[in-house]
């Protein structure tokens, strides 16, 4: 009997990297630090006796920073986390002593997309658009597949295209906002009991215009409620080319001790060919 190994299952895929590159500018939420890389030694600064040198780098950024997931401890309700425990008991300025992103077990499964743009016809949704149950139902149809629990769950906006616009209030949505789910969709996906869900925005959130991440419900819902992880400023616009519905996810952060989140390189791995 032939044993094949994991790597033989491989062979004939294409991966397609679903994370936008991180450099010094880039979209993000007002509300965490920025992005900054620098070179702190040049070649050049340091020469070894047999002519080689070296160059290194120093990097600063936040846990919510390009895209990236969100650890159970990002968010509280009402001065609660997600195990029921109060918030102030977990957290200190070295971070969170439990549900911190270090305990997010590398996520490597299958992953539905549901593209609610091209459910519309059209490569982006406008600003402020409400995912609503109807649409994920209907992209769902549409994929001619069905969700298991425990599985990733990526919602299609198209506002990835946005990500290289001039003004970057356009990707942030600071005065339009920006196309997610709304509370009931919010609901809809959290009794699915997905293990992660993801999308193209700053938030994974139906945002006003000019409203801001002032209420963010739906991260309630999801990492406090349910604990569904949320991977946010996705790059999912290849999916979406390709008409892909589903593929295999392979999805680890950093181990960042005590971090309510992490930059992630979440990578799609996809039959040659496929287009379904």
């Known amino acids: 009997m032939t044993v094949r190994q994991p790597w033989d299952a491989l062979s004939g895929t294409r991966v397609v990297d679903l994370a936008h590159p991180m450099r010094r500018g880039m979209p993000q939420s007002p509300n965490h630090p920025p992005y900054r890389m620098l070179l702190e030694r040049r070649h050049g600064d340091l020469v070894r006796p047999d002519g080689g040198s070296a160059a290194n780098e120093i990097v600063v950024t936040g846990g919510h920073v390009g895209t990236h997931i969100d650890a159970l401890a990002h968010v509280s309700q009402d001065g609660r986390l997600h195990d029921g425990s109060e918030a102030a ?3 200190s300025a070295t971070g969170f002593s439990r549900l911190g992103i270090e305990g997010f077990t590398p996520y490597v499964g299958r992953a539905v997309f549901l593209d609610i743009a091209g459910l519309h016809g059209v490569p982006v949704l406008p600003s ?3 995912v609503t149950v109807e649409e994920l139902e209907g992209a769902l149809k549409r994929a001619g597949t069905g969700l298991r629990p425990g ?3 990526l919602i299609g906006t198209g506002w990835s295209r946005h990500w290289e616009n001039p003004d970057p209030e356009v990707f942030t949505g600071q005065r339009g906002g920006v196309p997610g789910p709304g509370p009931a969709a919010g609901e809809w996906l959290a009794a699915r009991g997905p293990c992660l869900v993801g999308g193209e925005t700053l938030a994974f959130e139906h ?3 000019r409203s801001g991440h002032s209420v963010l419900p739906v991260h309630g819902r ?7 992880h949320i991977v946010e400023t996705m790059r ?4 979406a ?6 593929f295999l996810l392979v999805l680890a952060p950093l181990p960042l001790v005590g971090a309510t989140g992490s930059p992630v ?3 799609a791995v996809i039959p040659a060919g496929d287009d379904t």
Do not use: C, F, N
Not at 236 to 239: D, Q, V, W
Not at 241 to 246: K, N, S
């Open 89 to 91: 008991t977990a957290q």
């Open 128 to 130: 402020a658009h409400e």
């Open 151 to 153: 599985e990733a769950v």
């Open 207 to 209: 945002i006003p215009a």
């Open 222 to 228: 999801l990492l406090v409620g349910a604990g569904v």
């Open 236 to 239: 999912l616009t290849a999916l």
């Open 241 to 246: 080319e390709a008409r892909v519905t589903q």
């Open 265 to 267: 390189r979440p990578l």
